[in-house]
């Protein structure tokens, strides 16, 4: 089931917390929607669940829109909130059991589906204990094993991993990528190598604008442009070996790390300077340890986006 934002916007008073958006997420997908805190992701997820109205725009959920057909996008569509809102005082299996009626799960199919959620999100263990007893990576399980009970086609999860320990994110996102495998899934984050495991493309809000879109690999490629190397070059005086590789025609700019014979050479756009590099190094009889290309990593893409 496809997703399609369309020109949302969002006003809180004077303010256009989601300014004109437009992204598509294809059936089968899962996307990171990333952005700093406060750039419009939960509002977005929220207007998409029809748990809050656009001020002007539409979102389609297959061929629903969320001005028209809230009550059929509910059933297809699975919400896990910010801060995974459950009733503490519940044991699991109890809470599954209302969660599935609320959804409208007929009532000789909620203990089956509870079952199956229970095995899916690995709450075996714990279904009988009431969710206070549980630890955090636990009851974003159950959370996620209620926003999952109805079988929807479409699953939208904010921020699915705060406030988990190392482990706890790992399991979880191995249960997000698994359930994903057959569902669309909107991921909001603003933890940048959660993306980078879960995610096929990356969505990226800023202030309530679109600033990217696309593969993490394409992202990357489009923020490193220009070629970078670490060099590192012994034997000649840093300064002499800084003047020379600055005058190489393909450099555009050197930076000296200030430790180790280190400098970060960066090309000119589209040409590569490490040929020149060795050949000055064998010219001066300079030894060259270390010739390593830089990749832009995504939070270089993060911070060229989202900053100034
Ligand atoms: P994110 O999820 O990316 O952190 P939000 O969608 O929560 O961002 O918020 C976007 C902007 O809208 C923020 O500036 C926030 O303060 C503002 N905002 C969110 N909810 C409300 C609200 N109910 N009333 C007024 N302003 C709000």
Known sequence: MNIRVESL??????????????????????????GPNGAGKTTTMKIITCYMAASEGDVKVGNYSVREDAAAIKQCIGYLPEHNPLYLEMPVIEYLQF??????????????????????????????KRIDELSKGFRQRVGLAQAMIHDPEVLILDEPTTGLDPNQIVEIRELIRRVGEQK????????????????????????????????????????????????????????????????IS???????SGTDNLYEVKSKQGLS???????????????LTELTPIERDLEDVFRNVTMG
Not at 106 to 111: D, E
């Open 250 to 256: 393909t450099v555009e700019l050197v930076d000296l």
């Open 99 to 128: 969660a599935a009626s609320i959804q409208g799960v007929a009532k000789s199919n909620i203990n089956a589906r509870v079952r199956e959620m229970v095995k899916v999100c690995g709450l075996d263990k714990e279904k009988h």
């Open 9 to 34: 916007v969002k006003k809180y008073g004077n303010q256009r917390a989601v300014d004109g958006i437009s992204f598509e997420v294809k059936s089968g997908e899962i996307v990171g929607f990333l």
């Open 184 to 247: 669309t899934v909107i991921l909001s984050t603003h933890i940048l190598p959660e993306v980078e495991a879960t995610c096929d493309r990356i969505v990226i809000i800023n202030d309530g604008k679109i600033v990217a879109d696309g593969v993490p690999s394409e992202l990357r490629k489009q923020a490193s442009g220009a070629e970078i190397s670490r060099v590192r070059i012994e034997e000649g005086m840093p300064n002499e070996v800084f003047q020379q590789l600055s005058s």
């Open 273 to 287: 300077s490490r040929r020149a590099i060795f050949e000055m190094c064998v010219k001066n009889q300079w030894i």
